[in-house]
């Protein structure tokens, strides 16, 4: 039994997003290619900003380094804004060019602006692997995680009593 089969008219509704995937039925792709369709959705009407909220939370690290590559091009193509809320320090330090840290609570609120001092682009013709490697083996990198886990985990911290 194929798609066609099912009735619904529009069984093989083909998605060819701008990172080059094509895509059938949205039951049949996987984490990493949903993700990518959704991106390209997003960027499909040329945003000015672009807001994604843990795009790359619920992916495994392969395919999450993968898309972390891809949404690095897309940006150097288009150029939009981008504000992504991301847990993933490591992520956010690869990424972006500012780091905005939230205070905890239900009354949360810009606790601190950290400069990215990484220069770009940070994705070449060179694999990932590369370009992630460069940066983590600037001394500015682990001086900025460890600034950033201070922030969150001592200054910041969530009070777990009462």
């Known amino acids: 039994m194929d798609a066609f089969s099912t009735g619904d008219p529009w ?17 049949e792709m996987s984490g990493g290619m949903r993700q990518r369709v959704s991106i390209a959705r997003a960027l499909a009407i040329r945003p000015k900003v672009l807001i994604l909220d843990e795009p790359f939370g619920a992916l495994d690290a392969i395919t999450k380094e993968e898309l ?25 330090l690869f990424l972006a060019d500012k780091l905005v840290m939230m205070t905890n609570g239900p009354h949360a609120k810009i606790g601190e602006v950290m400069e990215i001092p990484f220069s770009r682009p940070r994705v070449s013709e060179a694999p990932l692997q590369e370009a992630r490697a460069r940066i983590m083996e600037d001394p500015q990198y682990y001086q900025l995680r ?17």
């Open 11 to 27: 069984p093989y509704r083909l998605v060819q997003d701008k990172i080059g995937y094509v895509a059938a039925l949205t039951a």
């Open 68 to 92: 972390q590559e891809e949404l690095l091009k897309i940006w150097g193509d288009n150029r939009c804004r981008v504000l992504m809320i991301t847990h993933d320090i490591d992520e956010a």
């Open 146 to 162: 460890n600034y950033a886990l201070d922030f969150l985990f001592n200054r910041f911290a969530h009070d777990d009593v009462g």
